[in-house]
């Protein structure tokens, strides 16, 4: 049999640069790792709370945005009861004056009303373009560059201006 002897400087000499290599890598490579880690994550923490906050922003524009198309449609609705008040007593009175008279001034109160309606109309399509040119700009300065920037806006453009 062979006989095993433990040659105990070596193994203090082992045991202690071990230790020293535990000591080294810990301080080094795993506070490191940790560091970084950490920084990571309040990153992507202060990430998530920028996207909250960003997504209250656009809920409220949202409310705004639909509060004004609701006070818009109102508005349409007063000056269409109004025009249309103001066509019926112009067409009784020209009843009693004349049927061919009544004919005339009817048509005329149709086409005013028409036009107030187009008024409106582009208005209503004017206002809502400033909005959402407002919510686009906000949410894309978070996210985009500028060349997608200016992407954005001539498509925007090209359809309001396919819309009129």
């Given amino acids: 049999m062979v006989e095993m002897k433990i040659d105990w400087s070596i193994l203090i000499i ?7 290599g ?5 301080k080094i490579f795993v506070k490191y790792f940790l560091k970084i880690l950490s ?7 202060q990430t998530l709370s920028d996207i909250d906050k960003q997504k209250i922003e656009v809920e409220k524009l949202k409310l ?17 009861r109004i025009a249309t008040k103001e066509g019926i007593e112009v067409k009784n ?4 004056k004349a049927r061919e008279e009544a004919k005339a001034i009817l048509d005329r109160a149709y086409e005013k009303i ?16 400033n909005l959402a040119v407002s919510i686009a700009e906000k949410v894309i300065k978070e996210s985009i560059n500028k060349k997608t ?4 806006i001539d498509e925007i453009l090209q ?5 009129k």
């Fill in 14 to 20: 082992q045991i202690i640069t071990f230790i020293i």
């Fill in 22 to 26: 535990m000591v080294l890598i810990w």
């Fill in 39 to 45: 920084e990571r994550a309040s990153s992507i923490k």
């Fill in 64 to 80: 705004e945005y639909q509060r004004n198309l609701e006070e818009i449609d109102k508005k349409i609705q007063e000056g269409v």
């Fill in 93 to 96: 009175e020209i009843i009693l």
């Fill in 114 to 129: 028409e036009l107030e309606k187009e008024k409106m109309l582009k208005e209503l399509r004017a206002e809502v373009a």
């Fill in 149 to 152: 920037q200016e992407k954005l």
């Fill in 159 to 163: 359809e309001i201006g396919k819309e």
